[in-house]
């Protein structure tokens, strides 16, 4: 059964930076679209960023120039590299891959930014 497991979050002060991990099971980093999704308190969970398997990436635009997903297909991992981190960037981080037709969530990772 493929899994996805976030890791790397925490309470950082504004300005801050984190990087998050998403390790899978089997090889489906290396062979799924795969994207970071968030959710803060009260909000619906919304898209940040996209890395395909040819490594092309796109980013929602309030975290242009201050995220980086990148993909590590030997070791199985997507990450997210935030820095400059904001309180409004303060949300549940999810791991998603898109291998068709199916598609996999990791359970989340807790990103806190407060001074």
């Known amino acids: 059964q493929v899994q996805l497991v976030e890791s790397g979050g925490g309470l950082v002060q504004p300005g801050g930076s984190l990087r998050l991990s998403c390790a899978g099971s089997?090889?489906?980093?290396?062979?799924?679209?795969m994207e970071w999704y968030r959710q803060a308190p009260g909000k619906q969970r919304e898209w940040v960023a996209q890395?395909?398997?040819?490594?092309?990436?796109f980013y929602e635009d309030s975290v242009k120039g201050r995220f980086t997903i990148s993909r590590d297909n030997v070791r199985n991992t997507v990450y997210l590299q935030m820095n400059n981190l904001k309180p409004n960037d303060t949300a549940v981080y999810y791991c998603h891959g898109r291998l068709y037709p199916n598609d996999y969530w990791g359970q989340g990772t807790q990103v806190t930014v407060s001074s």
């Open positions: 890395i395909a398997s040819d490594g092309s990436a």
């Open positions: 089997g090889s489906i980093v290396s062979r799924a679209f």
